[in-house]
T-cell receptor, first 113, second 113 residues
Framework: QQQVKQSPQSLIVQKGGISIINCAYE??????FPWYQQFPGKGPALLIA?????SEKKEGRFTISFNKSAKQFSLHIMDSQPGDSATYFC????????????FGAGTRLAVHP | DVKVTQSSRYLVKRTGEKVFLECVQD?????MFWYRQDPGLGLRLIYF???????EKGDIPEGYSVSREKKERFSLILESASTNQTSMYLC????????????FGPGTRLTVT
């Protein structure tokens, strides 16, 4: 019940295309869904996050879509650029849980020029 | 800027050795976390601490212990290193009890031979 399932494991997109990464969860107590971005040799860094009271959040070229009834959320990267090539992790957390994050397995994104 | 530093970027140890990984944060965060990152498995929580001298087991605590004697410092200890503990170890910190951004260090790549 604590798992967050992420797909695909790897993704290749051409420059200018749309990258889509999907996650699903089981625990309905989760109330915070962040995405982290990790470049080689670096620790993950928060990219964008959403709470379940909204269905979509957009920051620049990055959008989270959230479907509460399906218990799914996804990251869309519009106009993907080679500089977006990184590993992306979805995660989930809940209030009162000392900010513990449950991470998905990660998606390695490669954007080809 | 928040800074989370880890004592070593790369470490090579022999089977059976006692290994100390140190993490220091400079943002007066209450929470600190130790994860290990393995390909295809994402980030798995080993231990976390929500206050000085307090610690809680994460999802994979076996073979590890932790110490938090000062608010800014959180140590991960491998009592008797084994080859299956070869991994990337990431430290993170965050504020409080509600979900907030976790700030990650650059990681320590530990190889146990």
């Amino acid at each position: 019940q604590q798992q967050v399932k992420q797909s695909p494991q790897s993704l290749i997109v051409q420059k200018g295309g749309i990258s889509i990464i999907n996650c699903a969860y089981e625990n309905t107590a989760f109330d915070y869904f962040p995405w982290y971005q990790q470049f080689p040799g670096k620790g993950p860094a928060l990219l964008i996050a959403i709470r379940p009271d909204v269905s979509e959040k957009k920051e620049g070229r990055f959008t989270i879509s959230f479907n509460k009834s399906a218990k799914q959320f996804s990251l869309h990267i519009m106009d993907s650029q080679p500089g977006d090539s990184a590993t992306y992790f979805c995660a989930a957390s809940f209030s009162g849980g000392y900010n513990k994050l449950i991470f998905g397995a990660g998606t390695r994104l490669a954007v080809h020029p | 800027d928040v800074k989370v530093t880890q004592s070593s970027r790369y470490l090579v140890k022999r089977t059976g050795e006692k290994v100390f990984l140190e993490c220091v944060q400079d943002m007066d965060h209450e929470n600190m976390f130790w994860y290990r990152q393995d390909p295809g498995l994402g980030l798995r929580l080993i231990y976390f601490s929500y206050d000085v001298k307090m610690k809680e087991k994460g999802d994979i605590p076996e073979g590890y212990s932790v110490s938090r004697e000062k608010k800014e410092r959180f140590s991960l200890i491998l009592e008797s290193a084994s080859t299956n503990q070869t991994s990337m170890y990431l430290c993170a910190s965050s504020f409080g009890d509600s979900p907030y951004e976790q700030y990650f260090g650059p990681g320590t790549r530990l190889t146990v031979t």
